[in-house]
């Protein structure tokens, strides 16, 4: 509910039970306070009878009543049902300063009286205007000493400080001026007589002794409170400087939200002529406008989440759900900034197009451009920043890491707990589904469902919030989920043109994912040469002994990088594989030219190059072993942690017998996880690797594509090349195998290690 808080010395109407209507001055802010509390409630009583109830109209003659606590919004009005069958969450009060009253501090010239327009729920937001702000920190900290003030201190949410004088003002003739501001303004009061008082307005000079003490006491107090300080940028006649600038018009508080306010001085700042209105919608750019209503009060409010809500929360987290982003590689240093340039992109950002496909061959770098946006749109000041929701589809983790499923649980998890005002229905669907039991065991959610919760989420917080999707890696999701998304995301876009306030991005390889309604495009090989060129001379000179070293080796030094550059073809990935194998053999001392041959014969596509590695990095006696880790990091329904990587291998038909009793009884046996990690990253010739979460660790490829060129014919390599040992046979027997056989007898190998460890007599102990 809103309140305009209106003042006037010594005047107070008296109240029928059941509420009061008070009045303030600027030096009693506490006994006024104790008017709209009781002792032992949670939130400040609700004026029945004796408050003038005002409606929506722009014309201020029927606002007879100036001076006291009024009530806007007696009750919620939801057309669209988000929240309906809630009360209210929130209270803003609205406190003016010396020269205004409860309605015209807060009129448009053209009569728009803008506080009946917000639409937020229960508990306190103070929205204070000049002294306003001093009277309400006042106030607030005799309420710390006063416990019958508790309820009021312990419901306050945030306060908004409209152009308030912390510090008081550096210009000289600022009592003067606002005194004239104040007593012009009053003098057309009929109901106040007199001027404003000169005490009150001495007090605002800078360095007053008063404003020290009070920013002093009230200090402690703003650890639970969220403050937001708008600042003015224009001065206000007669004053040739402004009343309150950007150093006085912040409380330098913990994590104090600071918005620059254009174009309005020290009376326009707290005057909105409608939701269009500069000050009232902060730019984000030239198109797109992001409500100050919506934007800085739902992200200073701390709504709390209810049981029900943690409950609703829970059935849709999981574990993993941002493990992808979080480990996807840093952009090299001073690489990925060309992308913020891009035409397409600038497009996109300032509203042109909704919908930017981010594209490229495996291995171009796709990941880490996305992650790389996602981050410099976090460092975007906070005023100015959209909702930005996120999902990284990752091909080598678990089933809700790689499926529709997972990423629009992972959605709404984030867009539930950013946005209070579209739980509604989520939190309804969770209800109905409730009563089936326990998420996770007794019921899932379904795909259609979540679908449809999140398209009409978006479409409704698209009316008053701007936000941007990230979904990484779609073609991940595999080819089917993958089109059956594009036509999902292109249907969501063309719903939300007109909105003009939600942008998604989308990164996936040119094939399977083909987009048949055209959006913006960046091609990613054609952009990251230079990004190339970057990493593979710091690179070399980093890690090779004298590169760069003699002046007359320089220009052939850098035919050398350019020669890499130039077969890399775009592709990130390639220069990374290929860099380590050129630092290697320069540090071993072999020629220039010997390595320009060594490049010729490697491959230019990835997924020829990992087969180079493993026939060129890894011994011929190890094969054997790293077939085995490999089908087991490729197959296994899920990536496995070091230790349980450990005990599959030590249970493979090669080394364990019937009469053992323990599986580190097994030939080869890996004693310790920091082994197996040395271990899995040298038979794999580096192309695992071993990420760390919370704790726990993960077993997987560096990259997708290391993925799909195992399954593709990378197995049937390894099982020719290890003599098919391993696999049953010859390696003139598997010659004639497809791919998908060796796949098949892969995976009947691991089941055979899964059932050999269930038969192990210290498993079966533990039944």
């Given at each position: ?613 493993l026939k060129n990095v890894i011994e011929a006696s190890y094969l054997a072993r790293t077939l085995h880790l490999m089908q087991w990091i490729c197959l296994a329904e899920r990536p496995l942690s070091l230790i349980e990587l450990r005990f599959a291998m030590a249970s493979d038909d090669t080394h364990i017998h019937p009469p053992q009793l323990r599986c580190k009884d097994a030939t080869d046996f890996v004693e310790t996880d920091a082994r197996m990690e040395k271990l899995a990253i040298s038979l794999s010739g580096g192309l695992a690797e071993v990420k760390h979460h919370g704790g726990g660790t993960t077993v997987q490829f560096i990259h997708q594509s290391v993925n799909d060129f195992l399954l593709s014919g990378g197995l049937n390599f390894l099982a020719s090349a290890s003599a098919g040992a391993l696999l049953g046979g010859g390696s003139e027997h598997l010659m004639g195998l497809s ?29």
């Amino acid at each position: 509910m809103k309140w305009p808080f209106g003042s006037k010395k010594g005047k107070e109407r008296s109240s029928q039970p059941g509420g009061y209507s008070p009045t303030t001055t600027a030096d009693q802010p506490a006994e006024k306070l104790r008017d709209v509390s009781q002792a032992g409630t949670a939130r400040p009583t609700v004026v029945q009878q004796p408050v003038q109830i005002i409606q929506s109209s722009p014309s201020a003659p029927g606002r007879i009543d100036k001076y006291g606590l009024f009530l806007l919004n007696p009750q919620t009005s939801h057309s669209d049902g988000m929240e309906a069958e809630e009360t209210f969450l929130l209270d803003i009060v609205a406190l003016h300063g010396i020269t205004g009253d409860a309605y015209n501090t807060w009129t448009h010239e053209n009569g728009k009286f803008w506080l009946q327009d917000f639409d937020q729920k229960r508990r306190i937001i103070f929205i204070c205007h000049s002294m306003g702000g001093i009277v309400v920190k006042k106030a607030l900290i005799i309420a710390l000493i006063d416990k019958i003030y508790d309820n009021i201190r312990a419901s306050v949410t945030a306060i908004l400080f409209l152009g308030t004088p912390h510090r008081g003002s550096e210009e000289t003739g600022f009592p003067l001026v606002l005194t004239s501001i104040a007593n012009m303004a009053l003098a057309g009061t009929s109901r106040f007589i007199g001027s404003a008082r000169s005490d009150l307005i001495k007090s605002l000079e800078k360095d007053s002794k008063m404003l020290k003490d009070i920013s002093t006491d009230f200090r402690d107090q703003t650890r639970d409170i969220k403050v937001a300080s708008f600042i003015e940028q224009n001065c206000t006649p007669p004053a040739k400087n402004r009343i309150v600038d950007d150093i006085s018009g912040i409380m330098g508080v913990a994590g104090e939200r600071i918005i620059p306010m254009p174009n309005c001085d020290h009376k326009s700042i707290c005057r909105f002529g409608g939701e269009t209105s500069g000050g009232y919608k902060s730019r984000y750019s030239k198109d797109k406008t992001d409500a100050v209503s919506d934007r800085i009060l739902f992200s200073l409010v701390i709504t709390e989440p209810t049981s029900e809500d943690l409950s609703c929360l829970h059935s849709l987290v999981y574990p993993e759900m941002t493990y992808r982003r979080q480990e996807v590689d840093r952009a090299y240093p001073n690489t990925c900034g060309w992308i913020l340039q891009h035409e397409s992109y600038t497009k996109w950002m300032s509203g042109e197009c909704g919908l930017l496909w981010v594209k490229g061959s495996p291995g171009t770098g796709k990941s880490t451009l996305m992650a790389y946006v996602y981050r410099a749109l976090q460092a975007v000041p906070a005023h100015e920043r959209h909702m930005d929701l996120d999902f990284f589809f990752h091909g080598r983790g678990t089933m809700l890491q790689k499926t529709p499923i997972g990423m629009f649980r992972s959605l709404l998890h984030q867009l539930f707990t950013r946005a209070h005002s579209v739980r509604g229905p989520i939190r309804k669907a969770f209800q109905e589904k409730r009563g089936f039991r326990e998420p996770g065991k007794d019921w899932e959610w379904q795909l259609k469902e979540l679908q449809d919760l999140f398209f009409n989420a978006m479409i409704y917080i698209a009316k008053t919030r701007a936000v941007t999707v990230f979904v990484d890696a779609l073609d991940e999701a595999g080819f089917k989920a993958a089109e059956e998304l594009v036509t999902y995301f292109h249907i969501l876009n063309d719903r939300l043109i007109a909105s003009n306030s939600v942008r998604i991005c989308i990164s996936c390889r040119h094939y399977p994912v083909v987009a048949r309604i055209p959006g913006l495009e960046i091609y990613v090989e054609k952009e990251s040469h230079g990004d190339i060129s970057t990493f593979v001379h710091d690179q070399l000179n980093s890690k090779v002994l004298v590169w760069e070293e003699d002046p007359t080796s320089i220009d052939a030094c850098r035919v050398l990088e350019a020669a890499i550059v130039k077969k890399a073809s775009g592709v990130f990935q390639w220069a990374r594989l290929v860099v380590p194998m050129v630092s290697k053999r320069l540090n071993d001392g072999e020629s220039l030219e010997a390595i320009h041959q060594m490049l010729a014969r490697v491959p230019e596509e990835v997924g020829t190059v990992y087969e180079h590695i493993l026939k060129n990095v890894i011994e011929a006696s190890y094969l054997a072993r790293t077939l085995h880790l490999m089908q087991w990091i490729c197959l296994a329904e899920r990536p496995l942690s070091l230790i349980e990587l450990r005990f599959a291998m030590a249970s493979d038909d090669t080394h364990i017998h019937p009469p053992q009793l323990r599986c580190k009884d097994a030939t080869d046996f890996v004693e310790t996880d920091a082994r197996m990690e040395k271990l899995a990253i040298s038979l794999s010739g580096g192309l695992a690797e071993v990420k760390h979460h919370g704790g726990g660790t993960t077993v997987q490829f560096i990259h997708q594509s290391v993925n799909d060129f195992l399954l593709s014919g990378g197995l049937n390599f390894l099982a020719s090349a290890s003599a098919g040992a391993l696999l049953g046979g010859g390696s003139e027997h598997l010659m004639g195998l497809s791919s998908g056989e060796i796949v098949g007898r892969s995976q009947h190998r691991l089941s055979r290690s899964c059932i050999n460890y269930l038969k192990l007599e210290e498993v079966l102990r533990q039944w």
